[in-house]
């Protein structure tokens, strides 16, 4: 071969040095823990760093926490002592009586109930937005508690007052206020003021309040249980009479008994009555 073969050979092989982009051999990722200590690069603090980026973003962001107030969290052998200093740093009150309730005037939380849960919740570490937040949830709750039993309650009574003037037509304001006095003379108001499982009044049920009517019907004259104005029959009072003034036999029927028109009159006049119970 000649030598000005060999010199074209030679120019036309490609070199690694000649900075062509296509026959560079690729740089690999180079690990920037390699030059640490084994002591250092086995932290588990730089686990989650991946880069010098990473690692320049991790001291930036602790040297900007220096000089920051910092709460130490006590262990497990910590004092009340210890934990009352946390609680103070996080901005419990010095004392219980710190604590300040904003609740509205008809709060369901008497003074000495709040008295006692600032205690506690000073035992317990509580800021006051917290003891603020627990005291309205009771608060509201209580209130929607009452509302909830008015509000059965009288349902209960309108259906109680449903029945019995059903039941006792015109004679419904003298029984039950009959049944109110008996109730009231034998020293029951306050039992039937108590409320049932489901929050309605004893004394608003039909049974209790037709047991008292009974109880004082049966009393008679007894002045206790008289009720003051017109005297009223229940629709099966009237039918009772009218049963006892048609029976067979009686001056209804007898045309020429003396007292048939009166019997008549007065039959026709209980009808009326039952007519516009």
């Known amino acids: 071969m000649s030598s000005e073969n060999q010199e074209v050979a030679v120019q036309e092989q490609p070199s690694v040095l000649s900075g062509d982009p296509k026959t560079e051999t690729p740089q690999t990722n180079v690990d920037w823990k390699a030059s640490l200590s084994d002591e250092v690069r086995s932290d588990k603090s730089l686990e989650n760093i991946k880069d010098i980026e990473g690692l320049a973003k991790s001291y930036v962001h602790a040297q900007k926490m220096v000089g920051a107030d910092k709460i130490p969290v006590p262990n497990k052998y910590a004092t009340e002592k210890d934990w009352d200093a946390v609680y103070e740093k996080l901005g419990r009150p010095k004392t219980s009586d710190g604590y300040k309730f904003d609740l509205p005037q008809d709060k369901q939380v008497d003074e000495l109930s709040l008295k006692e849960f600032s205690t506690q919740a000073h035992k317990l570490g509580l800021l006051p937005g917290q003891a603020q937040g627990m005291v309205q949830f009771y608060n509201d709750m209580t209130a929607k508690s009452l509302q909830d039993a008015d509000s059965k309650a009288l349902a209960a009574r309108e259906t109680s007052t449903k029945e019995l003037k059903q039941e006792w037509g015109q004679a419904f304001d003298q029984k039950v206020s009959q049944a109110a006095t008996l109730a009231k003379s034998v020293g029951a108001t306050e039992l039937l003021n108590a409320n049932l499982a489901d929050g309605t009044k004893l004394g608003d049920h039909p049974v209790m309040i037709k047991a008292f009517a009974e109880l004082a019907n049966k009393m008679g004259e007894d002045s206790i249980v008289q009720a003051s104005g017109p005297t009223y029959l229940t629709p099966s009072q009237i ?39």
């Open 239 to 277: 039918e009772k009479q009218i049963g006892e003034l048609t029976q067979t036999g009686s001056a209804y029927w007898e045309k020429n008994h003396p007292n048939h028109a009166d019997a008549v009159q007065e039959v026709l006049a209980l009808r009326d009555k039952k007519n516009n119970v």
